[in-house]
Nanobody, 127 residues
Framework: EVQVEESGGGLVLAGGSLRLSCAAS????????IGWFRQAPGKEREGVAC????????HYADSVKGRFTISNGNAKNTVYLQMNSLKPEDTAVYYC????????????????????WGQGTQVTVSS
C-alpha cells in the first residue's frame, strides 16, 4: 500500500525559509506525480506545486513562483518543497499527495487526480 508522509513544518519569521519533505513509499514505478497542497484556516485547500517523477517537470501556483522550489530528494520517491521569503499568508497546513502518472498544467492542481494523501504538516509564518 502506498503511504505518503510529510515532515519539516514549523514556526518561522516572515522572510525566513523552511524545507518540507514528502516521503512516498509502497510503489516502485517511476511514472508518478507528487503534489503539495495547503489549506489556511477558513479557506479551501489549494495546489502549491507539483513534481513529475518520470521527467522531472514541475508546476507552481502563481502565488509561490520564484519563492518555492519543488525538487527530487536523494532518497527514492522523496520530494522536497523549499520555501523561501515566507510571508504570513503562507501560513497553512501543507499536504503532500501522490498520483500514479504525471500530471499536466491544468490537472496538477485538481485534488481528485491524486490517489494518496499525507496527514499534513503545519507551517506558521509570523510577522
Amino acid at each position: 500500500e502506498v503511504q505518503v508522509e510529510e515532515s519539516g513544518g514549523g514556526l518561522v519569521l516572515a522572510g525566513g525559509s523552511l524545507r518540507l519533505s514528502c516521503a512516498a513509499s509502497g510503489f516502485t514505478f517511476d511514472d508518478y506525480a507528487i503534489g503539495w497542497f495547503r489549506q489556511a484556516p477558513g479557506k479551501e485547500r489549494e495546489g502549491v506545486a507539483c513534481y513529475n517523477g518520470i521527467d522531472g517537470t514541475t508546476h507552481y501556483a502563481d502565488s509561490v513562483k520564484g519563492r518555492f522550489t519543488i525538487s527530487n530528494g536523494n532518497a527514492k520517491n522523496t520530494v522536497y518543497l523549499q520555501m523561501n521569503s515566507l510571508k504570513p499568508e503562507d501560513t497553512a497546513v501543507y499536504y503532500c499527495a501522490q498520483n500514479h502518472g504525471a500530471l499536466g498544467y491544468y490537472s496538477w492542481r485538481v485534488e481528485d487526480e491524486y490517489d494518496y494523501w499525507g496527514q499534513g504538516t503545519q507551517v506558521t509564518v509570523s510577522s
